[in-house]
């Protein structure tokens, strides 16, 4: 079946680093692909998506490139803040199917 | 405009009780979705509801089961609750037609098994 596995954590860096957190995805069909935030606390946010190959998902700085020749969705930041701090999440929908499916979360820690 | 909202916030039980978790999705959304987080772990979904009935479901027993009220609100019930059920529990909503899947999320029910 459908699957998305991601680094693991926690990743630790200092402000104003450069952050990569790894995802790839296993899919019979077409999905599409999200990266989903969760803060302290909070519920699950919508951070970026991208529904076809090749498209850029961007938001408060981070951006994801859908890959489909190596079936992957990296997630980058150029400069990451101590608000980043957070757990997130890479996901994929196939088309017409009605779940998302999660990876089981990267933590990130941004240290002053 | 309120989004997604779920209550209890958090509620404790005994192994073999009963609970019932609440959601009211975000305002024009018809679709209620359920999802499960374990510690530590990505949510899993629970099944999916519109028109008042069960569209999908995930790999689930059938002590899990869910009920929409015409007001497009859900209920998620498990009972003879066991002790692997503690989770935050997730309630997300959508609409039919739109061009991905994307879900809206509530801040989840913390459900602790004693």
């Known amino acids: 079946g459908d699957s998305v596995t991601q680094m693991e954590g926690p990743v630790t860096l200092s402000e104003e680093a450069f952050l990569t957190i790894n995802c790839t995805y296993t899919?019979?069909?077409?999905?599409?692909l999200f990266w989903y935030v969760q803060y302290p606390g909070e519920g699950l946010q919508l951070l970026l998506k991208a529904t076809k190959a090749d498209d850029k998902g961007s938001n408060k700085g981070f951006e994801a490139t859908y890959r489909k020749e190596t079936t992957s969705f990296h997630l980058e930041k150029g400069s990451v803040q101590v608000s980043d701090s957070a757990v997130y999440f890479c996901a994929l929908s196939d088309r017409g199917d009605d779940k998302i499916i999660f990876g089981k979360g990267t933590r990130l820690h941004i240290l002053p | 405009d309120a989004g997604v909202t779920q209550s209890p916030t958090h509620l404790i039980k005994t192994r073999g009780q009963q609970v019932t978790l609440r959601c009211s999705p975000k305002?024009?959304?018809?679709?209620v979705s359920w999802y499960q987080q374990a510690l530590g772990q990505g949510p899993q979904f629970i099944f999916q509801?519109?028109?008042?009935?069960?569209?999908q479901r995930g790999n689930f027993p059938d002590r899990f089961s869910g009920h929409q009220f015409p007001n497009y609100s859900s209920e998620l019930n498990v009972n003879a609750l066991l002790l692997g059920d503690s989770a935050l529990y997730l309630c997300?909503?959508?609409?039919?037609?739109?061009?991905?899947?994307?879900?809206?999320f509530g801040p989840g029910t913390r459900l602790t098994v004693l």
């Open positions: 509801y519109y028109e008042e009935e069960e569209r």
């Open positions: 305002s024009g959304h018809d679709t």
């Open positions: 997300a909503s959508s609409y039919p037609g739109q061009p991905y899947n994307e879900q809206f």
């Open positions: 899919a019979t069909g077409y999905p599409s």
